[in-house]
């Protein structure tokens, strides 16, 4: 079974200061991979996906992600926060037997310090 | 174009009741997926349905039931309701098989007294 791992539940950065969260993946073939950002009372909405095209993915929002295989990780970047970033964070994956399942990881919540 | 709409947003049920949600895809979108999110279990996958067949289940009770019409809305149903069923429900719109991305509606927020 396919499954994502998020490290630190809550994670606080300053203003303008890089933010880096992290995911690790378990999967016996290469997965899909997904970062969702979701904003109170809202439902997700997609930053980025990983689809075996390139390891380097951009998102919206000034969001990248980079995938590791030899690491098993896919974790979410950006160079400078913005008071706009806080939110709580997905990463998720996708199992590819043709349906559209996602397995998301247990969340992580940016806080943006002014 | 249209986002996923579900509705209502907001509901507020007595336990032992039922009730039904209801997700409006992005017109030509063929896959539904639901979901429970819970600050306890976090986003559960309850279901997925594709051209009016159920593709996928989660691990919930029977008591959680889902379907899809020709025009590919999707109902979800929740009978005998729990205390523990208060949740966020997320829809999720797809294009089907091969395509990569899942689009989220803004979610029925489920609330048993």
């Known amino acids: 079974a396919q499954s994502v791992t998020q490290l630190g539940s809550h994670v606080s950065v300053s203003e303008g200061a890089l933010v880096l969260l992290r995911c690790n993946y378990s999967?016996?073939?290469?997965?899909?991979l997904f970062w969702y950002v979701q904003y109170p009372n809202q439902g997700l909405q997609l930053l980025l996906k990983?689809?075996?095209?390139?390891?380097l993915v951009k998102g919206i929002n000034g969001f990248e992600a980079e995938f590791k295989k030899s690491e098993t990780s896919f974790h979410l970047t950006k160079p400078s926060a913005h008071m706009s970033d806080a939110a709580e964070y997905f990463c998720?994956?996708?199992?590819?037997?043709?349906?559209?399942?996602?397995?998301f990881g247990t969340g992580t919540r940016l806080t943006i310090i002014p | 174009k249209a986002g996923v709409t579900q509705t209502p947003r907001y509901l507020i049920k007595t336990r032992g009741q039922q009730v039904t949600l209801s997700c409006s895809p992005i017109s030509g979108h063929r896959s539904v997926s639901w979901y429970q999110q819970t600050p306890g279990q976090g986003l559960q996958f309850l279901f997925e349905y594709f051209s009016e067949t159920q593709r996928n289940k989660g691990n919930f009770p029977g008591r959680f039931s889902g379907r899809q019409f020709s025009n590919s809305r999707s109902e979800m149903n929740v009978s005998t309701l729990e205390l523990g069923d208060s949740a966020l429900y997320l829809c999720?719109?797809?294009?089907?098989?091969?395509?990569?991305?899942?689009?989220f509606g803004q979610g029925t927020r489920l609330t048993v007294v």
């Open positions: 990983y689809t075996s095209a390139a390891t």
């Open positions: 999967s016996s073939v290469p997965p899909y």
């Open positions: 999720a719109s797809g294009g089907g098989p091969g395509n990569t991305e899942a689009f």
């Open positions: 998720a994956v996708s199992d590819l037997s043709g349906n559209e399942k996602l397995t």
